[in-house]
């Protein structure tokens, strides 16, 4: 089964840092782009940023640009997050994607479940 | 970026009813990479179409999708139960990947 586990929300003060992880099974990790989307709550989906199946293709919302950072670890079929300078604003429901392809941006075929994040003093 | 407009917000009809989603376009998008995903409320997003008219895996048929260029739509023609969700489409045709604001298919 195709399967997209995040982890690593919860409650954070502004301008603290936060890590997500997502861990991915049941299909070739290495084979597709991944993403990260996120939904402030009452909201509608945000891409946050991506990166491609060999990290040689990032982007970033310019929301996010300069404070958080994507990686991925095709050896641990892992995605992450790297999360720095939280605001307010960033308080949001994390999900991790799959992507149809490998080498750009197209289309979301698999969704994980999400993760939550808080950041309030 | 290029900025999509759903519409309407909010869609009341009744089970058996057609439904029909509108999402435009800022500017063309290219080669119709254009996707329409599924929410239901405390769910992640299910992916519906792909490449404008393609259903992905395991979709009903009562599910299709047309356009192109900037004009875009989601057709579900025999409402079910379980089809009642917010529906988004999103973009693919430049960057950065872009979503629209979401339409609300409600039971009337």
């Known amino acids: 089964e195709v399967q997209l586990v995040e982890s690593g929300g919860g409650l954070v003060q502004p301008g603290r840092s936060l890590r997500l992880s997502c861990a991915a099974s049941?299909?070739?990790?290495?084979?597709?782009?991944m993403h990260w989307v996120r939904q402030r709550p009452g909201k509608g989906l945000e891409w946050v940023s991506g990166i491609t199946w060999n990290s040689g293709g990032i982007g970033y919302a310019d929301s996010v640009k300069g404070r958080f950072t994507i990686s991925r670890d095709n050896a641990r079929n892992s995605l992450y997050l790297q999360m720095n300078s939280l605001r307010p604003e960033d308080t949001a429901f994390y999900y991790c994607?799959?992507?149809?392809?490998?080498?750009?941006?197209?289309?979301?075929?698999?969704w994980g479940k999400g993760t939550t994040v808080t950041v309030s003093s | 970026e290029i900025v999509l407009t759903q519409s309407p917000g909010t869609l009341s009809l009744s089970p058996g009813e057609r439904a029909i989603l509108s999402c435009r376009a800022s500017q063309t998008v290219t080669s119709s990479y254009l996707a329409w995903y599924q929410q239901i409320p405390g769910q992640a997003p299910r992916l519906l179409i792909y490449a404008a008219t393609n259903r992905a895996t395991g979709i009903p048929d009562r599910f299709s999708g047309s356009g192109s260029g900037t004009d875009f739509t989601l057709t579900i023609s025999r409402l079910e139960p379980e089809d009642f969700a917010v529906y988004y489409c999103?973009?693919?045709?430049?960057?950065?990947?872009?979503f629209g604001q979401g339409t609300k298919v409600e039971i009337k």
């Open positions: 049941g299909f070739i990790f290495d084979d597709y782009a």
């Open positions: 994607a799959k992507d149809s392809w490998r080498d750009y941006y197209f289309y979301m075929d698999v």
């Open positions: 999103q973009q693919y045709g430049g960057s950065p990947l872009t």
